[in-house]
T-cell receptor, first 116, second 111 residues
Framework: NAGVTQTPKFQVLKTGQSMTLQCAQD?????MSWYRQDPGMGLRLIHY???????DQGEVPNGYNVSRSTTEDFPLRLLSAAPSQTSVYFC???????????????FGPGTRLLVL | KQEVTQIPAALSVPEGENLVLNCSFT??????LQWFRQDPGKGLTSLLL?????REQTSGRLNASLDKSSGRSTLYIAASQPGDSATYLC??????????FGRGTSLIVHP
């Protein structure tokens, strides 16, 4: 199993540009989520999905869109990039939402995004 | 709103020392607490998960304890090695099923 994969690894954008961060998992996990990690702060949840066709907002959803058309893929779209979106983005997956039973999340390697 | 604090923010020790990393949280109504390891430029790897009904979990040289009533968890690393150098993150999950992460403890173990 490849686990959770993310592309690209690095990206530089100009303010106002749009792009899609890709995330895929091959563990047949129903729950997938996107986090951002900023210096001096803990990871913060952007959006999550409990299954194909179902998504919801996390703590910091503004400026981001998601969709979940298949179990495997959960792309994150930046509609109009802003310097405040400069961050490291992590995708994670698990069989069930965090907090249920002995559920643990598996994280991808991250995408480093710089918005100029 | 849940807040998670990790102390110390950074730690540098010689190889072989036993270490204690601390995590505190403000809302004791949690389902579980999880410790992660993050290597530079990499994603997070789960180390230990403690359910709210449990007091501790062990994996090899790692032992994590949970005192839900006082809002505290500790991660004990026995006989530290240079390969343990990484950032250790604590995350608690409550009724919203949204984990709240601490800022992490950056650990360096010198040979």
């Amino acid at each position: 199993n490849a686990g959770v994969t993310q592309t690209p690894k690095f990206q530089v954008l100009k303010t106002g540009q749009s792009m899609t961060l890709q995330c895929a998992q091959d563990m047949n996990h129903e729950y997938m989520s996107w986090y951002r990690q900023d210096p001096g702060m803990g990871l913060r949840l952007i959006h999550y999905s409990v299954g194909a066709g179902i998504t919801d907002q996390g703590e910091v959803p503004n400026g981001y869109n998601v969709s979940r058309s298949t179990t495997e893929d959960f792309p994150l779209r930046l509609l109009s990039a802003a310097p405040s979106q400069t961050s490291v983005y992590f995708c994670a997956s698990s069989r069930q939402p965090p907090g249920l039973e002995q559920e643990t999340q598996y994280f991808g390697p991250g995408t480093r995004l710089l918005v100029l | 709103k849940q807040e998670v604090t990790q102390i110390p923010a950074a730690l540098s020790v010689p190889e072989g020392e036993n270490l204690v990393l601390n995590c505190s949280f403000t809302d004791s109504a949690i389902y579980n607490l999880q410790w992660f390891r993050q290597d530079p430029g990499k994603g997070l790897t789960s180390l230990l998960l403690i359910q709210s009904s449990q007091r501790e979990q062990t994996s090899g040289r790692l032992n994590a304890s949970l005192d839900k009533s006082s809002g505290r968890s500790t991660l004990y690393i026995a006989a530290s090695q240079p390969g343990d150098s990484a950032t250790y993150l604590c995350a608690v999950t409550g009724g919203s099923y949204i984990p709240t992460f601490g800022r992490g403890t950056s650990l360096i173990v010198h040979p």
